[in-house]
């Protein structure tokens, strides 16, 4: 879907609507934040920023014995910063303030962990341009969800909704849950893995991937 699409012909949705979003390279460009490569003997061969990670073919590459160590996203203070300082992306901003001046409720749905840091970071941070043209801040009663599923309260969960539901990545799966609570749902993610899962849940236009 064109960004210009997306953007300029909003309509509040007939029933109850949400726009989801992730938000690494897609809310933001995360600030100071790496994913560690290892190889067999437990040698730190690459780091990797999230855009860079999301290109990695993780599972050939552990196929041949390399490993991924996320410690920066297990430690508060560096996911608490690396929002706060990072670089906001105008054009996916843009579609987030479309939606929640046409009454759109908003979620977040990332591969982080630890998620009260990042909530917290998130609901900081990020500001939205109302109909004035004002930033303000996002509207606390308006944010449905916050789901970081790499959080280690959410290993259970998630492990238990990959082993019942079969053909869907992890976002696959919680977008399939939120649909049941909603008459449309929207998705923005920059990772063709997660636009390929979300798009196996939600009609194709539903699906935007982040630029």
């Known amino acids: 879907m064109k960004f210009r699409s997306i953007v300029e012909e909003i309509k509040a949705p007939k029933g109850k609507g949400i726009l989801i979003l992730d938000i690494d390279d897609t809310l933001v460009k995360a600030y100071g934040i790496y994913i560690y490569k290892k190889d067999p003997n437990g040698k730190e061969v690459a780091k990797f920023t999230p855009e860079q990670f999301a290109k990695e073919n993780t599972k050939v590459e552990r196929e041949k014995g390399f490993s991924y ?101 992890v976002k696959g799966i919680f977008l399939k849950e939120i649909k049941k609570k909603y008459d449309r749902v929207k998705f923005v993610d920059d990772d063709l893995k997660n636009v390929i899962s979300a798009r196996k849940v939600l009609p194709k236009r539903d699906v935007v991937v982040a630029q």
């Open 69 to 169: 160590d996320y410690r920066d996203f297990e430690d508060h203070n560096k996911l608490y910063t690396s929002i706060i300082k990072g670089e906001p992306l105008i054009k996916n901003l843009n579609i987030l303030d479309a939606h929640l001046r046409a009454g759109w409720d908003i979620g977040f749905l990332t591969a982080r962990g630890v998620e009260d840091a990042n909530k917290q970071a998130v609901m900081d941070w990020l500001k939205f341009r109302d109909k004035d043209g004002n930033l303000k801040p996002i509207p606390k009663n308006r944010v449905k969800y916050f789901i970081a599923i790499n959080d280690p309260k959410r290993k259970a969960e998630v492990k238990r909704k990959m082993e019942t539901e079969g053909d869907f990545d």
